[in-house]
Nanobody
Framework: QVQLVESGGGLVQAGGSLRLSCAASVRTFSSWTMGWFRQAPGKAREFVAAISGSGTTTHYADSVKGRFTTSRDNAKSTVYLQMNSLKPEDTAVYYC?????????????WGQGTQVTVSS
């Protein structure tokens, strides 16, 4: 069983930055691929970023490439999503997820989400 708790969401002006954190309660955090997803009102959930257990492999959605960076600290069992140059269209609930296989779309465990609102 993996429990995930996101934090760091909030209200920011367009062009600003936020860093999301996701703390995992799991014995071997470095064995888990971590993903970030988001869901805007009235829209389907979409993939944002993924990072392998070692942190050496990452993938990003085209919409965030060059602006968002995901990283992890395995000693702290925490994954991060640094979001720069935020746009109003980045407004969504952001979720972290965990799976034991590297993927950009299939994850077994999910956090409760944190709201990110970008004002224009």
């Amino acid at each position: 069983q993996v429990q995930l708790v996101e934090s760091g969401g909030g209200l920011v002006q367009a062009g600003g930055s936020l860093r999301l954190s996701c703390a995992a309660s799991v014995r071997t955090f470095s064995s888990w691929t971590m993903g970030w997803f988001r869901q805007a009102p009235g829209k389907a959930r979409e993939f944002v970023a993924a990072i392998s257990g070692s942190g050496t492999t990452t993938h990003y959605a085209d919409s965030v490439k060059g602006r968002f960076t995901t990283s992890r600290d395995n000693a702290k069992s925490t994954v991060y999503l640094q979001m720069n140059s935020l746009k109003p269209e980045d407004t969504a609930v952001y979720y972290c997820a965990a799976d034991n296989m590297y993927s950009t779309n299939k994850y077994e465990y999910w956090g409760q989400g944190t709201q990110v609102t970008v004002s224009s």
